[in-house]
């Protein structure tokens, strides 16, 4: 896993961050190893610099994830959403075939009609 730098609280950066880490099914940043051990940092520490290197790196962990699930949420509605072209395709096609089939009939018996 790479590492990134500290960064600002953009969508953007987040986006940027979410391509260089690869988190495969977290469902939350607290079920990440590790995170236990910087809240630890972050309530425990004494040196005001180490503290807020911690804040921040929590807060980017946690918009990465945020960014991912969203992703991962955008993504499935997409899928269904391609999914429900096709069958309106299908259906399209359908009722397009049936109506042809309904003229064809209809024309068949004013044939017959004709020639009777």
């Known amino acids: 896993m790479q590492t990134f730098g500290y960064g600002t609280s953009d969508e953007e950066t987040a986006a940027k961050k979410a391509e260089q880490v690869e988190i495969l099914t977290v469902g939350s940043p ?11 940092i972050i309530l425990e520490n004494k040196h005001e610099k180490v503290v ?6 929590l807060i980017s962990l946690y ?3 945020m960014f991912m699930k969203f992703k991962r949420f955008f993504k499935n509605i997409q899928n ?3 999914e429900n072209v ?3 395709r299908k259906m399209i096609v359908e009722k397009c075939m ?4 309904y003229y064809r009939l209809e024309k068949n018996k004013e044939i017959k009609k004709v020639n009777k």
């Open 86 to 88: 096709i069958q309106i």
């Open 52 to 57: 807020e290197k911690s804040i921040e790196f």
């Open 98 to 101: 049936k109506s042809l089939d």
């Open 80 to 82: 269904e959403a391609e």
């Open 63 to 65: 918009m990465v994830v």
């Open 30 to 40: 607290d079920e990440l190893q590790g995170v236990e051990m910087l809240w630890n």
